[in-house]
C-alpha cells in the first residue's frame, strides 16, 4: 500500500532541465506540488512544464541557496543527470532538507574512478582499464591495447566518450574527455564486444530490492563514437545468474556504502560467465524503467522520489510484495530512435503509436522543424524518442517491434531516412 503525504501547495526545487526531468516535473504537478525547476539554459525543457523556473547553474550553490529561501522551498530533488547529485548532497545540507545521497555513496557511485575503486573493496569485477592521465606518458601509451573505450570520469548519456584504434585517435579522445569531465580526468577502458545488460535497484529505509534488469542493444553503425543504446529487452536472459551470482555482491556493497532510499542503476557487460560492473547512475534514468514499474508492478518511482523530497519518506509500505523483477511473466521492450544529423522535415507514425494499447508510454526529444546538429552524435542527445512497449508474450513483442518499425519514419529537408539504426526484433 502506499503511504503518500498530501503534497498539494508544497514547494518542490528540482534541479536540471532535460526532457527526462520534465516528466519528472510534471508528475510532481499532478500531485499539486509547486515546481521550480532550476537549470542554466533558459529554454531547457523541464521548465516548460514547472510553475516556476530560475536560470541558474546547478552547481552554483549559492544563488541556489538564495532561490531555495526566498521561494520557501519543501524539498529539493535532482532529476535525471548524474553530474548534479554531488551538488543535489550540499544543497539538502545547508537547507537541512532530506536526502537520499551522502559523502561515501557519492565517491563510490557518482564518477567512474569512484566506482571502480568500491567494486575493487567488495570483490566485483569491473571492465578493464589501462594506467593513463593528462599527461599522457609515453610508457603509458606504449602499454595501451587497441581497441579502448576513452571516458570522462564524472559525465553520462555517451558525452565525451571517443572509441580509439590507435594513439592518435587515443590522444584526441583523451582530450575530448577532458574538455567535458569537470574534474579534468578520464579513464580508458578495453572497448568489450559482449553482452550488454543493466540491473535498476530500489532501496526503502535499507531495504535492497532488485526491480528490473534488462538486456541493452546498442548501435554499432556510428564508426568511433559511443555505442548509444538502441533498445533495452526485459526480463534479460542473464536474470538468473546475475540474481545468483551479483546480487549478494552488490547487495553487500550497497549496505557498506550506506545506501537507505533512493533508485539506482549499474551495467555490466557479461563475458565468459564474468560480470564486469560499469557506469552507475544513482538516480532516475533515461531509460525510465520505472515505465514499466509502475504499469506493471504498481509502484512509482517518481511518486516515491518526490515524497521522499518532501517528506523523508519513499512511502510505498509493501515493496516486498508489489516488487517483481521478473515483471509477473510480462515482457517488455524499450526502443531508442536514434537521428542522424539534418533538419527535421517529417516525423510519421509516432502519433499513431501513442495510441496503441501495447505502447504504454512515448517520450519524444525532437519535433518537425528542430535540427539534430552535429555535437549530439555520438551521445543520448541523438534520440528522437524512447517507446515503450509491453507484451504477454515474447510472440507478441516481437511482432510489435517489426510493426513499429514499418510505421515509423523520420524525413529530413532531401528527403532522406534520419533514422540511424533500428533493433532487430529476432534477438527477443
Not at 518542490?12 to 515546481?35: C, F, P, Q, S, W
Not at 555513496?105 to 578493464?128: H, M, N, R, W
Not at 509493501?318 to 517529417?346: M, P, S, Y
Amino acid at each position: 500500500m502506499n503511504s503518500f503525504e498530501n503534497l498539494t501547495g508544497k514547494k518542490l526545487l528540482i534541479l536540471g532541465g532535460n526532457h527526462e526531468t520534465g516528466v519528472l516535473v510534471k508528475k510532481a504537478n499532478d500531485l499539486g506540488v509547486y515546481t521550480i525547476a532550476v537549470d542554466p539554459n533558459p529554454k531547457a525543457p523541464a521548465k516548460i512544464h514547472s510553475k516556476k523556473h530560475y536560470d541558474i547553474d546547478g552547481f552554483d550553490i549559492p544563488n541556489l541557496i538564495k532561490v531555495a529561501m526566498k521561494e520557501k522551498v519543501d524539498g529539493v530533488l535532482v532529476g535525471v543527470a548524474d553530474i548534479l547529485v554531488p551538488p543535489y548532497l550540499r544543497l539538502c545540507e545547508k537547507l537541512g532538507l532530506p536526502c537520499y545521497a551522502s559523502d561515501k555513496i557519492i565517491a563510490a557511485l557518482s564518477s567512474k574512478d569512484g566506482f571502480i575503486d568500491a567494486c575493487k573493496q567488495y570483490d566485483i569485477e569491473t571492465v578493464p582499464t589501462f594506467r593513463l592521465d593528462e599527461s599522457l606518458k609515453p610508457e603509458d601509451l606504449n602499454e595501451i591495447k587497441y581497441p579502448v573505450v576513452v571516458k570522462p570520469v564524472d559525465n553520462g548519456g555517451g558525452v565525451g566518450i571517443s572509441i580509439c584504434y590507435n594513439e592518435q585517435e587515443l590522444i584526441s579522445g583523451a582530450k575530448n574527455a577532458i574538455k567535458n569531465s569537470r574534474k579534468r580526468s578520464f579513464i580508458t577502458e578495453r572497448l568489450m564486444h559482449t553482452d550488454d545488460i543493466n540491473a535498476y535497484y530500489t532501496f526503502k529505509d535499507g531495504e535492497i530490492f532488485l526491480s528490473s534488469i534488462a538486456d541493452r542493444i546498442t548501435t554499432k553503425k556510428q564508426d568511433r563514437s559511443s555505442p548509444i543504446c538502441i533498445a533495452n529487452v526485459y526480463p534479460s536472459k542473464h536474470t538468473n545468474r546475475y540474481y545468483e551470482c551479483m546480487h549478494p555482491k552488490m547487495s553487500k556493497m550497497f549496505k557498506g556504502i550506506g545506501i537507505k532510499n533512493g533508485v539506482l542503476a549499474i551495467q555490466y557487460f557479461v563475458e565468459d560467465n564474468h560480470f564486469y560492473a560499469y557506469d552507475p547512475g544513482f538516480r532516475l534514468q533515461g531509460e525510465a524503467m520505472h515505465i514499466y514499474i509502475a504499469k506493471i508492478n504498481g509502484f512509482d518511482h517518481r511518486l516515491m522520489l518526490i515524497n521522499f523530497a518532501l517528506t523523508g519518506s519513499m512511502g510505498v509500505d509493501d515493496l516486498e510484495e508489489r516488487n517483481d523483477f521478473l515483471f509477473n511473466g510480462k515482457h517488455a521492450c524499450t526502443l531508442w530512435v536514434l537521428l542522424k544529423n539534418g533538419v527535421i522535415k517529417q516525423i510519421k507514425g509516432l502519433e499513431e503509436l501513442q495510441n496503441d494499447p501495447s505502447v504504454i508510454f512515448v517520450l519524444q526529444r525532437f519535433f518537425e522543424g528542430e535540427a539534430v546538429l552535429d555535437h549530439m552524435i555520438g551521445n543520448e542527445k541523438q534520440v528522437l524518442a524512447r517507446i515503450y512497449v509491453v507484451s504477454e508474450t515474447k510472440e507478441d513483442l516481437v511482432l510489435k517491434i517489426h510493426a513499429i518499425e514499418t510505421t515509423l519514419s523520420v524525413i529530413d529537408e532531401d528527403g532522406n531516412n534520419m533514422i540511424v539504426d533500428f533493433f532487430n526484433a529476432s534477438f527477443v
